[in-house]
């Protein structure tokens, strides 16, 4: 059960790291007001457009390494017709100790290499990892006291994921927030430049992308919309990610931590009740 637990997780979170959501609100609206922008705006990025996009997601991998962090993500693809293809939608929530975290995931329909739809959650606290997986309504728990259980969603700070969204599109226009605090930017992206980026499509036609990041560079936001076949068939994919309280979010125990201990506490004891068992006899 555990092996198929972590292969499963581990499956989901590999696809979804490079291209590929608990149900999120889009990101915020564009700006009331904005303002005439020059020079360097964050690291990699000026008011020209990026002059280095991996030096940009280093910098927003740098502060997340350093903080805690609540991430949000949705991915939805759709038909023609305007039907749901699928939908994949995670929550991330990583505590100051990098080792204290949660992970939800849920997905439905055809999105992924895994075609069944599953519910997969994840809760630790530096010396306990519990899971939590639901498939056709039933619902089934693992416990482990492997430090590096889920050790790539632990230490994933989603950088790899923005470069490569960042590095597929061209940037078409940039423009500050006129809000207070850390000066924030709204950048534009237009125009497929690396198709093969797009993995989840056959072949891709146009794709617009508006994030929010600001002078740290900190990707606090992005929402995609891109357009291709798969299968012959036209298709829609809508990605958003959001990344929130930075250096204030507080890992608490699951509403379902109760159900996992019991759980697994009895198939413990029934375990330990059939060893005694069999060295008896």
């Not at 023609?80 to 204290?100: A, M, R």
């Not at 975290?101 to 994840?122: H, R, W």
């Not at 597929?168 to 980026?197: C, K, W």
């Not at 019991?262 to 005694?276: C, D, E, G, I, L």
């Amino acid at each position: 059960m555990r092996r198929a637990l972590l292969s499963a997780a581990l499956v989901v979170v590999l696809v979804t790291a490079g291209c590929n959501s608990l149900v999120v609100p889009d990101p915020s609206p564009a700006p009331e007001t904005t303002t005439g922008l020059s020079g360097r705006l964050a690291p990699g990025l000026t008011a020209n457009g990026f002059t280095d996009r991996a030096k940009l997601t280093e910098a927003h991998g740098k502060v997340l390494r350093e903080k805690s962090y609540t991430f949000r993500y949705r991915v939805t693809e759709t038909a023609s017709n305007g039907s749901v293809l699928g939908h994949v939608q995670i929550s991330h929530e990583v505590g100051s100790n990098s080792t204290h975290f949660t992970y939800d995931i849920v997905k439905n329909g055809s999105l992924g290499p895994i075609q069944t739809s599953y519910g997969l959650s994840a809760w630790a606290n530096g010396t306990t990892t519990l899971f939590a997986r639901t498939t056709n309504e039933h619902t089934s728990y693992q416990l482990t006291h492997d430090p590096d259980s889920l050790g790539y969603v632990r230490r994933t700070t989603y950088s790899k994921r923005l470069y490569n969204r960042f590095v597929a599109l061209n940037v078409t226009d940039i423009e500050r927030i006129d809000r207070p605090g850390t000066p924030t930017y709204r950048v534009v992206m237009n125009g497929v430049r690396h198709p093969s980026l797009f993995p989840n499509f056959d072949t891709v036609e146009n794709a617009s992308l508006v994030a929010t990041i600001d002078t740290w560079g900190v990707v606090h936001r992005y929402r995609l919309v891109a357009t291709g076949t798969k299968g012959g068939e036209t298709v829609q994919r809508t990605e958003t990610f959001e990344i929130t309280n930075v250096g204030e979010t507080t890992i608490r125990r699951p509403s379902w931590y109760s159900a996992a201990m019991n759980a697994t506490s009895r198939r413990r004891n029934v375990t330990r009740a059939a060893h005694r068992t069999h060295t008896a006899g």
